[in-house]
């Protein structure tokens, strides 16, 4: 979190205080923090008492979420932590008050609550590399297996239906699902996109593919090419090497507006089709545990979320606002710690099912430990970053995705794309509304003058961004590592070709 501007902290003070029992002094400690989706004030009572004063951002760097989607959150987060204090003993802060509009004396929707014991993992692994600890593997498996004992916990409070969570006085029921893929990048704004709640679990992941499909062709697809992967440093031999090439792609989609053009917005249409016909597989597996219902999970664990004692004990658990029921399969992805964005580990990912298989053998329920095979959480893994659009290379998900299809699994992902783009008339159809939607040429050229013309270089890196143009257009193939390490031939010999191994990964 980084520090912002305080609101009306004198208001937030004095709603505090109103709620203690007796009068007692409050200050606010520290200054407003600011985080991904939130504006955070630490509260402290004279009695040494912690409470978190939290209402939404409304910045244009956030979310930028709409106020009455901002209080459904709240209002389901409220639901969901009252429900799990009095149904489960899974460690969250206690809700001390809520208001999900503005009319209050504060001026904004809030929740005002206990304050999380302990430090963030993310903390506590920073704390013990300045002290020398190189290798946090240890307490990563630590928690690793906690989560699994709580994943088993949340396993057991099950409703009938997918989505989030409402209700208050001790009754408490299932509405519409406000994961991010319904709502985040603008998704929020697909008014044809069923949200739920869903009886069933095909009905949910088609609802899902329907979200990923709208916003592939009605929304900014930001870095996402379907062939041209946005490069990641790993991949690279060295920084010197990582920035020309990230240049190289930066500038090579600048030409011609590739990203967001109807032939890269078609590729994804087309991709789609291929992992909504293994939607039966993803679903079929956890058919006999969802006649128990569907179990509640939290929706985004990651290090900042999970906080500990200095023994890497779980202290608590926070920012639940997006907490939904689920899939069992869902829930049973094991969290990617420490870093959210990375697959789990097969050390971790193996540690966390042995925590849920320890708890539901404990009480009495081993089978359930049993009912969904690792192979297929990891395949929702690569489903959900595909279906989310949460990743900076959505053809690696897609790749693995495509090795489930019923009938063309064995044959190459980019031949079969491509004769869906030519043998298809949906395909066709699609492409043609696509591409009303396009800009024009001589706009989008203005653009590009105006890109090239911030550095002295910049005809020469258009000049290279042409050629690499004319490089992939010769085989259309996805675009890898060493397509943008490749050297360039000069401009007298700019008919030169270059393999197609080049143009692999």
Not at 146 to 174: H, N, P, T
Not at 300 to 320: H, R
Not at 414 to 431: C, F, K, Q, T
Not at 467 to 495: H, I, N, Q, Y
Request: glycine fraction near 6%; aromatic fraction near 10%.
């Amino acid at each position: 979190m980084t520090a912002e501007a305080p609101f009306d902290l004198d208001a937030v003070v004095s709603l505090a205080r109103s709620k203690r029992e007796r009068p007692i002094g409050c200050r606010v400690e520290g200054k407003p923090l600011i985080g991904s989706f939130n504006r955070v004030v630490m509260l402290r009572f004279d009695d040494g008492t912690k409470w978190v004063f939290r209402t939404p951002r409304r910045e244009r760097t956030g979310q930028n979420l709409p106020s009455s989607l901002l209080s459904k959150l709240i209002a389901s987060e409220t639901a969901t932590l009252n429900f799990l204090a009095s149904h489960s003993t899974i460690p969250v802060p206690k809700v001390i008050d809520y208001d999900p509009c503005n009319a209050n004396s504060v001026g904004v929707p809030y929740i005002l609550m206990t304050c999380a014991t302990g430090t963030s993992f993310s903390a506590f692994l920073r704390r013990k590399k300045n002290d020398g600890v190189k290798d946090p593997s240890v307490a990563v498996t630590k928690l690793m297996t906690q989560l699994g004992r709580i994943s088993f916990a949340l396993s057991e409070l099950r409703f009938s239906e997918i989505g989030s969570i409402v209700g208050e006085d001790g009754l408490f029921g299932v509405r519409e699902c406000l994961l991010p893929s319904f709502l985040f990048q603008d998704r929020r704004r697909l008014a044809a996109i069923p949200r739920g709640p869903f009886l069933i679990e095909q009905a949910y992941h088609h609802a899902l593919h329907a979200a990923f499909v709208g916003h592939a062709s009605d929304l900014s697809l930001s870095h996402h090419f379907f062939r041209g992967p946005f490069p990641e440093a790993a991949h690279y031999p060295d920084g010197q090497t990582y920035q020309r090439a990230l240049d190289r792609w930066n500038d090579f989609m600048t030409v011609g507006d590739k990203i967001d053009s109807s032939d890269n917005r078609v590729e994804y249409h087309a991709a789609g089709s291929l992992v909504r016909d293994i939607l039966p597989q993803l679903s079929e597996v956890t058919e006999s545990s969802s006649s128990r219902g569907f179990p509640l999970g939290h929706a985004d664990l990651s290090s900042s979320n999970i906080f500990v004692d200095e023994d890497a004990n779980i202290t608590c658990i926070i920012d639940w606002e997006f907490a939904s029921t689920m899939p069992l399969a869902q829930l049973l992805i094991a969290p990617g710690l420490p870093n959210q964005r990375e697959k789990a580990s097969p050390e971790n990912a193996a540690a966390f099912r042995a925590g849920f298989a320890e708890a539901a053998a404990t009480a009495g329920n081993a089978v359930v430990s049993k009912l969904v095979p690792r192979a297929v959480t990891d395949v929702l893994w690569h489903y959900f970053r595909w279906i989310n659009l949460d990743t900076s290379c959505d053809y690696h998900h897609f790749e693995v995705l495509f090795g489930l299809h019923p009938k063309f699994a064995d044959m190459d992902p980019i031949d079969v794309v491509d004769a869906l783009l030519r043998d298809r008339p949906e395909m066709h159809e699609a492409w043609r509304r696509l591409a009303a939607g396009d800009r024009e040429a001589d706009e989008i050229e203005s653009d590009e003058d105006t890109y090239f013309a911030v550095t002295d270089d910049g005809d020469k890196q258009r000049l290279a961004a042409q050629k690499l143009t004319e490089r992939f257009e010769r085989t259309r193939r996805v675009m890898g590592p060493e397509f943008w390490m490749a050297d360039l031939p000069d401009e007298e010999d700019s008919d030169e070709c270059i393999s197609s191994t080049e143009l692999s990964q």
